[in-house]
């Protein structure tokens, strides 16, 4: 895969990844969906235009997947959920993106994967670029929201080395979606018993599942294939600058000379990583 592929394709997953953040965020802070309902609509409907979009092709096999990889992403959406009830978002930022580095790049090496000069200088930039733009908001976390945060970086991480090796990236995640929506189905009998339904809630679970992780992770799995784990882990970095962009424009928030330098060092660091793929 060119590497001018690569970009464009990890812009658009990077870009979703980003607007699941948002439309949890606002989902969580301004409706009265729990939680539980958040992820259990986010991942049904994931699972429903990923099977529309399966059921349409021809000459195509049919769903594929498997169950641990369907459990990884079970585990990073309802953990990402309930993290975010109690834990600032920059706070969160920094501990999921954290762990997320530490399986990816931890499995990387394990498996004879060596990052160059310029891949662990890109990867340095990026990561002194997230701590500037998140420095301002760190406090001290909830320990449960915190160790749910980790637990969904790692399980996002474990989620995306399982897609490296995927020859059909949109069976794959379709299947992912479907098993991963039996354990959701469960988890939404909780969401009627405390009435934690909300129109506008369910509105923002349905973009986040349908488009944002539906669509999204069929996108990332078809770049994983052309990447070593440790650039894979790199380029998720953008994702808060991304998300930042989103918050500018969604959320009425500032620009801030650190929001500037924060990105800058961020996407500067990614294109470092990614310009040296070789493992």
Excluded at 158 to 184: C, E
Aim: hydrophobic share 55%; net charge positive; with cysteine.
């Amino acid at each position: 895969m060119s590497l001018a592929r690569i970009t464009l394709l990890s812009a658009l997953a990077m870009t979703a990844f980003a607007a699941n953040s948002l439309l949890c965020r606002l989902a969580l802070k301004n409706t009265q969906i729990s939680p539980a309902g958040f992820t259990s609509i986010r991942i049904l409907s994931g699972a429903l235009i990923l099977w529309l979009i399966v059921s349409m092709r021809r000459g195509r096999a049919g769903l594929k997947g498997n169950w641990s990889s369907a459990a990884a992403l079970f585990v990073y959406a309802s953990a990402f959920s309930f993290a975010y009830v109690k834990l600032p978002a920059a706070v969160g930022t920094l501990i999921l993106f954290g762990s997320v580095q530490a399986t990816m790049i931890g499995y990387g090496f394990l498996k004879g994967e060596r990052m160059r000069g310029l891949q662990v200088a890109g990867l340095c930039l990026a990561l002194g670029g997230l701590v500037i733009m998140v420095f301002p908001g760190l406090s001290t976390p909830s320990p449960t929201s915190a160790l749910l945060m980790m637990a969904a970086g790692v399980a996002w991480g474990i989620y995306s080395l399982r897609g490296r090796g995927s020859s059909d990236p949109t069976a794959d995640t379709a299947g992912n979606f479907m098993r991963a929506a039996a354990f959701a189905a469960l988890m939404g009998v909780g969401m009627f018993a405390d009435h934690s339904l909300d129109g506008a809630g369910i509105w923002y679970a349905v973009a986040s599942g349908a488009v944002a992780s539906g669509i999204g992770y069929a996108v990332w799995y078809s770049v994983l294939r052309g990447l070593p784990a440790t650039n894979a882990a790199t380029i998720q970095l953008s994702v808060p600058v991304i998300a930042a962009a989103g918050a500018l424009i969604v959320l009425g928030e500032e620009i801030t000379v650190r929001l500037i330098a924060g990105s800058i060092a961020i996407l500067g660091g990614v294109f470092l990583a990614i310009s040296s793929r070789k493992p």
